[in-house]
């Protein structure tokens, strides 16, 4: 221990050494160079050396304003986005005095490229670098501070007055300033008079929500193609605006690693090019010559891949850029001791990402021409339609609202997408509402496939490799989901129609417009048909307006309204409301039907019991220690925004005092909260369910509530196939019974016989799956062919009994199962015919359990009606 406690304290001392060099240049950058004293230091701006202390949120704007005004003629900050809290997102513009100039030529020239034309000849490769997506993954924050220091600072230096006349760079130098403004906040809490290394010490253990996550609490790095963060949009944006060639993500990992740059890992995406493949090698080249000269050690091709196309990777590949992930080992703090003994500290960390910066930039510049053609080539061979040249066509007619927003985010891709109002035809098909319809032939087409086809298949070298591992009992290497189909996660189909359609180009800022039919003085209709639906009733409770819901389908002057269909009769209601509620249809995009009387031709009036009075519901949800941060904020992210129904967090811990009578709903999100409920909390929620309450249990958080004598839901989770778990049998004596007589004749035998008899299934990666519904559940209501969900995990659950409850939503048959992605074939026949979403009524109340999260990083939009039915309509279902 005091062998620890030296190496920390001398790593420290040594750091400290470093920072009193006052004058010298490794005060100033982490490069020998001789500096402008114009440019002004981080020391002389915020009162700290690089890698001395982590450097705010606040500090970090302070230097770049303060840098900017040292050198204009070098440097332009631009504020590109504002947090949920309300702190601004900056990039930093940095090239040479007579590129500044004609900055806008440029970037006007990049854009020409982008859309597959030729140069005119002002263009200039851009290099993004990215630092900080993750809030508690600081060190790249300063590295970026550093980077912009040096590259404005050093004189007579060949290498910056390169990067600067052949490119520009553009620094993100924080992309998550909420997340970091947490982690600082906590880290300057609970630092001592001297930081300390021990893993287990408060400054390196978070409290919840970590700095990781946005205000939201959402990986922002999973956010890219689904948009549904402020910081997100910005940054797209900001991209689509520059065009760049190369874009680097830099990240921290497990303090006990090294560096990690590309190449990637396998798998690869399908739709990135060999061309890009070779650039990766050259980049990767540099920035391992750069690492051997310091001494420091690195690793490629392990761990991170490039597949998902949600990360700032891959996603700028799809676009023809070079996306790369750089992580480099987290001393979470100031002094990190690793498990081999050595030391880490925080300057270390700032150091490998400002040289893997500058390593980069310097790349770029020395090879700009081969960049720029590289890149220009791809953008203007997708536009020629080497992908295709039909267009993947999505019915305006099934979940309108959805289908319309998912046109606007591929819009904000920069994705070519056409609108077409109906009725038209197209591929010999009728579409009586019109289309969205995006063309292949594009420069984004390598995005459009990834992102629009059904599947995007893993190499098959790949998935053989995979079942070796796992037939040799080792873990596979599958990083992240394997489907990401944007149309099914929305609730609808792309079709691919092979020739071209037309439309009107669709704007990603373009409203959805709303959709009125019929006349008269009854009551206004809403059809319960997609998440614009479900927001409108939810906004107009909120404003008191009466609302009256169907669990049955009605036929009304030849029209059919489906179950969950929601009626705001004008005799309940003032005409004042009555015309709210049209300019909330109006601002919602929704679709009502005003009706000019109460006959029906089929199915109930409004008097049945079939229709129920809804009442905007009190939702509370479990927040804190116990719940998964990013199920609890993509949860609330979609009530509050994307649904419009405010919700009150409750520590999970107060939930034993708790007084749950002023409330509905409590929803538990992912998680594993036993613990921190308690048996007292517990009880709390269970008197609740009793007394009416609806409670919403996801995923994890279902083994709370379904166990011991009198369970909220009577399931079990199963063990993997194969297994067959036993109650143990001890004999008198205490010393456990006797084992069964096993004959081992061969190699499997032999693994079934040391194989884990309690193991659980193999964890799926991530895959789309379809699902049957139970129709005479209300739950189902805007599910009548089922839903495609998104299953990952190890958790499958026994069915409810009929006496027990309703399975309103089970997996399909193991044949049909797959929507898409991989799935192990033990899991696809196991999940088969297995609840997804359940039910199980207790007293005057009901809890709903959901086996796999519906709101998972905010990408299920087509699953809203379902999480709506379980939080807006259910309680008034269970009066």
């Avoid at 880490?344 to 500058?358: E, K, P, Q």
């Avoid at 035809?425 to 969205?436: E, F, H, L, N, T």
């Avoid at 004596?733 to 084992?739: D, N, V």
């Avoid at 089970?810 to 196991?830: C, K, M, T």
Wanted: charged fraction near 20%.
């Amino acid at each position: 221990m005091v062998g620890i406690w030296r190496r920390v304290a001398a790593a420290f001392a040594a750091m400290l050494c470093i920072f009193a060099m006052g004058g010298s240049a490794l005060a100033q950058s982490f490069l020998d160079a001789e500096f402008d004293p114009a440019i002004p230091t981080l020391s002389e701006v915020v009162g700290h050396e690089p890698g001395q202390r982590i450097t705010s949120p606040e500090e970090t704007e302070s230097y770049l304003r303060a840098l900017v005004e040292a050198a204009p003629e070098r440097a332009r900050l631009v504020r590109y986005a504002t947090s949920w809290q309300g702190r601004p997102l900056h990039y930093l513009v940095l090239t040479a005095p007579q590129n500044m100039t004609r900055l806008e030529a440029i970037r006007a020239d990049m854009a020409n490229i982008a859309a597959g034309r030729a140069s005119n000849g002002d263009a200039l490769p851009v290099t993004w670098l990215a630092y900080s997506v993750h809030g508690n993954e600081v060190s790249s924050t300063d590295a970026a501070l550093m980077t912009a220091y040096h590259l404005l600072a050093a004189t007579g230096d060949e290498r910056v007055e390169q990067i600067l006349s052949e490119t520009v760079v553009i620094l993100d130098p924080l992309q998550n300033p909420d997340g970091r403004a947490r982690f600082v906040h906590h880290f300057r809490g609970a630092l001592g008079t001297v930081p300390a290394g021990d893993r287990q010490a408060a400054e390196h253990d978070e409290t919840w929500p970590s700095g990781r996550v946005n205000h939201y609490m959402f990986d922002l790095n999973r956010d890219w193609f689904t948009l549904s963060q402020p910081e997100t949009r910005g940054k797209v944006a900001a991209i689509g605006e520059w065009n760049p060639v190369v874009v680097a993500d830099l990240h921290e990992m497990s303090g006990d690693d090294t560096y990690f740059f590309a190449p990637a890992a396998d798998p690869v995406n399908p739709n990135i090019t060999p061309e890009q493949l070779r650039l990766y090698e050259l980049i990767g080249r540099s920035n391992a010559g750069y690492f051997d000269r310091m001494g420091e050690p690195y690793f490629t091709r392990e761990v991170y891949d490039l597949f998902y196309p949600g990360y700032g990777d891959t996603w700028n590949t799809h676009q023809g850029a070079i996306g790369m992930t750089y992580e480099q080992g987290s001393p979470r703090g100031l002094v990190w001791e690793r498990s081999d003994g050595t030391v880490l500290t925080y300057a270390d960390a700032v150091r490998n990402h400002f040289v893997a910066s500058i390593s980069t930039a310097e790349t770029v510049a020395t090879n700009a021409d081969r960049f720029l053609a590289d890149y220009a080539a791809y953008r203007a061979g997708n536009a020629r339609g080497k992908a295709g040249s039909g267009a993947y066509v999505i019915d305006l007619a099934s979940r309108r609202w959805n289908a319309e927003s998912l046109g606007r985010r591929l819009a904000a891709q920069g994705i070519e997408v056409l609108r077409r109002s109906g009725p038209v035809s197209a591929c010999g098909r009728s579409y009586p509402q019109g289309y969205i319809a995006v063309p292949q032939a594009q420069p984004a087409a390598k995005l459009v496939r990834s992102l629009l086809d059904r599947d995007t298949e893993l190499p098959r070298g790949f998935i053989a490799e995979q079942e070796r591992r796992r037939a040799e009992d080792l873990p596979h290497e599958l990083y992240d989901v394997t489907a990401w189909s944007v149309a099914l996660m929305s609730g609808v189909n792309a079709e691919l129609c092979n020739s071209a359609v037309s439309g009107e180009p669709l704007s990603a800022g373009a409203p959805i417009a709303a959709l009125t039919g019929g006349s008269g003085e009854f009551a206004v209709a809403v059809p319960w048909t997609d998440s614009g639906q479900a927001r409108l009733v939810a906004l107009a409770l909120r404003e008191g307006i009466e609302a009256r819901a169907t669990d049955e389908a009605f036929t009304k002057d030849g029209r059919t309204f489906p179950r969950g269909t929601v009626l705001f009769p004008a005799a309940l209601n003032s005409p004042e409301k009555m015309q709210r509620l049209r300019v909330l249809a109006s601002e919602a995009g929704a679709e009502t039907v005003a009706l000019a009387d109460s006959w029906v031709e089929e199915g109930p009036n409004l008097g049945s019991d079939a229709f129920v009075r809804l009442t905007l519901p009190r939702v509370a949800l479990a927040w804190d220690e116990g719940i998964s941060q990013l199920s609890a904020g993509a949860m609330r992210f979609v009530l509050e925004q994307r649904l419009g129904l405010p919700v009150v967090p409750i520590r999970t811990n107060r939930f034993a005092r708790a007084d749950l009578s002023d409330y509905d709903v409590v929803v538990v999100p992912d998680g594993s909260p036993r613990e921190q409920f308690g048996d007292s909390g517990l009880r709390t929620l269970k008197g609740f369910v009793k007394r009416g309450g609806v409670l919403v249990a996801i995923e994890g958080s279902l083994g709370a509530f379904s166990g011991g004598d009198d369970p909220f839901l009577s399931i079990r989770r199963e063990a993997a196939l194969g297994r067959t778990p036993q109650e143990g049998k001890d004999d008198e004596e205490g010393k456990g019974g006797l084992a069964e007589a096993v004959e081992i004749a061969d190699e499997e035998t032999y693994r079934g016989v040391i194989a884990d008899q309690e193991a659980l299934p193999d964890t799926l990666p991530g895959a789309l799956l379809n699902t049957v519904a139970d129709t005479e559940n209300f739950l189902s209501a805007g599910y009548d062919d089922g839903a495609v969900v998104l299953a990952s995990g190890s958790r499958i659950f026994t069915p409810l009994g009929r006496d027990e409850g309703s399975n309103v939503l089970r997996f399909a048959a193991a044949d049909s199962l797959i929507a898409s992605g991989y799935v192990w074939d033990e899991n696809r026949r196991q999940l088969a015919f297995k609840p997804y979403l359940m039910a199980q009524p207790s007293g005057d109340g009901l809890t709903i359990g959901f086996a796999y999260d519906p709101s998972v990083r905010a990408y299920l939009d087509g699953l809203d009606l379902l999480i709506a039915n379980a939080v807006l309509i259910a309680p008034s279902r269970v009066r």
